[in-house]
């Protein structure tokens, strides 16, 4: 009966309570969180490249980590590159519409 005891009640998780009471609010702040999300990841990756870059060089690290980390750097800022092309796009796009 003690195992029984230490056993907590389960609990509703609001976030999807509130996402089926109200889905666009719900649905645009994960958008918005998902957003600042790859962008904080992107600049991480971008500075552990360059880190791992300048112990490369400096001969702290391996050389093929400093690559590695490097190459996923540039394939990073390649995404984030092209995102930004596809919403600018997009943008250009809803200013050429006819009203």
Same mark, same amino acid.
């Given at each position: 009966m003690d195992a029984l005891s230490s056993i907590s009640p389960v609990s509703l998780d609001t976030s999807i309570l509130a996402e089926r009471v109200s889905p666009t609010v719900a649905t645009s702040k994960a958008f918005g969180t998902y957003l600042a999300n790859a962008a904080s990841e992107t600049i991480g990756t971008i500075r552990a490249g360059e880190t791992a870059m300048i112990d490369g060089l400096s001969g702290k690290g391996?050389?093929?980590? +400093? *690559?590695? /980390? *490097?190459l996923a750097a540039e394939? #990073?800022?390649? #995404? *984030?590159? +092209?995102?930004?092309?596809? /919403?600018? #796009? +997009?943008y250009n796009e809803i200013l050429r519409m006819p009203i």
């Amino acid at each position: 009966m003690d195992a029984l005891s230490s056993i907590s009640p389960v609990s509703l998780d609001t976030s999807i309570l509130a996402e089926r009471v109200s889905p666009t609010v719900a649905t645009s702040k994960a958008f918005g969180t998902y957003l600042a999300n790859a962008a904080s990841e992107t600049i991480g990756t971008i500075r552990a490249g360059e880190t791992a870059m300048i112990d490369g060089l400096s001969g702290k690290g391996s050389l093929q980590d +400093a *690559v590695s /980390a *490097v190459l996923a750097a540039e394939s #990073s800022l390649q #995404s *984030v590159m +092209a995102i930004r092309d596809k /919403a600018i #796009s +997009a943008y250009n796009e809803i200013l050429r519409m006819p009203i």
